[in-house]
Structure formats: structure tokens, C-alpha cells
């Protein structure tokens, strides 16, 4: 969702292992400026349009941060965004 409200073109790609997932989404949309800011859990840049479908609470990155087991976020301003997450499979996450 991120890329498509705040990005611009974006791939989505998945490497599925034995005992790993990893998640790779790049996009060549505006960047982000500050991804401290960004990662603060209720931070959001996001239009009305976007919040009038029930997206906009900035709990997007915060989330994805609790959730995967490693992540990476590199961006900067104009040079597009690229986020990794790691999961791996023995351990972590909501329901085993
Ligand atoms: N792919 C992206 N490209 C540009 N800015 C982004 C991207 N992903 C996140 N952001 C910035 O980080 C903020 C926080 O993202 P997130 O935690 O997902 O909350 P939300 O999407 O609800 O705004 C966004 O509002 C936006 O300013
Ligand atoms: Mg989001």
C-alpha cells in the first residue's frame, strides 16, 4: 500500500527458503526525506483520499518493523524507496 499511496512505479519480490522469507519492494516514487520520522509509529503524510479508505493511520512501516524479524529501509529524497524484510520461519510472528 505504501507504494502505491506514497511511491511511484514498484516491485514486489518474495525469495521463499527452507527456513526464511524475504521481502523485497522497491519503488521509484518521491523517497523518503527522514525515515526515522517515517518508521514513528502514527507519522503519516497521507491524503484524505487515502485516509476516506481507511489507509493513513501510520502504523504501515511500525508494523512491518514489529512484525519481520529484520528490516532495512533505504530511501532518500527524489531517489526512490526500497524496504527488505526477513522472516524467518522457527520463530516470531502471531500464530506460530
Ligand atoms: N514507499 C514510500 N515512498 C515515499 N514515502 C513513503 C513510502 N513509504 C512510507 N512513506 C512515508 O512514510 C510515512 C509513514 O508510512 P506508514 O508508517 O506506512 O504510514 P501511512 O502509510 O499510514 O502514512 C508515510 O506517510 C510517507 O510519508
Ligand atoms: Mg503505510
Known sequence: MNVVMHGGEGSLSFAINTDRLVMEISDDGPGIVDIE???QAGFSTALDEH???GFGAGMG???M???ADEITVESEKDQGTRVRMVFYMDK???GG
Do not use: C, S
Request: net charge positive; charged share 40%.
Open 37 to 39: 520520522k517515517a518508521m
Open 61 to 63: 512501516l511500525p508494523n
Open 51 to 53: 485516509r476516506e479508505m
Open 65 to 67: 518493523k514489529k512484525n
Open 92 to 94: 516470531g510472528g502471531d
